[in-house]
């Protein structure tokens, strides 16, 4: 059973920098595309970074383009995988829960920005930008 535990969220101030990580196991995380979103309170759960399974695909969102950076491992055990999110300058509306999410049935080249499009999920990672 696919598992994805997130971490490296806290608190920095406006123009800082942080680090998240996503720890994938279970699954044959090499032919995943991976993706990292954000939900804000009140606010729908919106795509912010993915990458393809070749890393030949990395799409962003238009607000963070620039800012973030999505990487994943190519770690020998296609069981185990991590995805990262560097996030700098950051500003108060990057404040969010933060969710890293795979999408199993991505084909070698694909970046889905749709929530739908990803099987599994972890429990997100907060994340608190002050001004």
């Known amino acids: 059973q696919v598992q994805l535990v997130e971490s490296g969220g806290g608190l920095v101030q406006g123009g800082g920098s942080l680090r998240l990580s996503c720890a994938g196991s279970?699954?044959?995380?090499?032919?995943?595309?991976m993706a990292w979103f954000r939900q804000a309170p009140g606010k729908e759960r919106e795509f912010v970074a993915g990458?393809?399974?070749?890393?030949?695909?990395?799409?962003?969102?238009?607000s963070v383009k620039g800012r973030f950076t999505i990487s994943r491992d190519a770690s020998r055990d296609a069981t185990k995988h991590t995805v990262y999110l560097q996030m700098n300058s950051l500003k108060s509306e990057d404040t969010a829960v933060y969710y890293c999410?795979?999408?199993?049935?991505?084909?070698?080249?694909?970046?889905?920005?749709?929530?739908?499009?990803?099987?599994?999920w972890g429990q997100g990672t907060q994340v608190t930008v002050s001004s």
């Open positions: 999410a795979a999408d199993q049935s991505a084909d070698w080249s694909s970046v889905s920005i749709g929530r739908s499009s990803y099987d599994s």
């Open positions: 279970g699954g044959t995380f090499s032919r995943y595309a």
């Open positions: 990458i393809s399974w070749t890393r030949t695909t990395i799409d962003y969102a238009d």
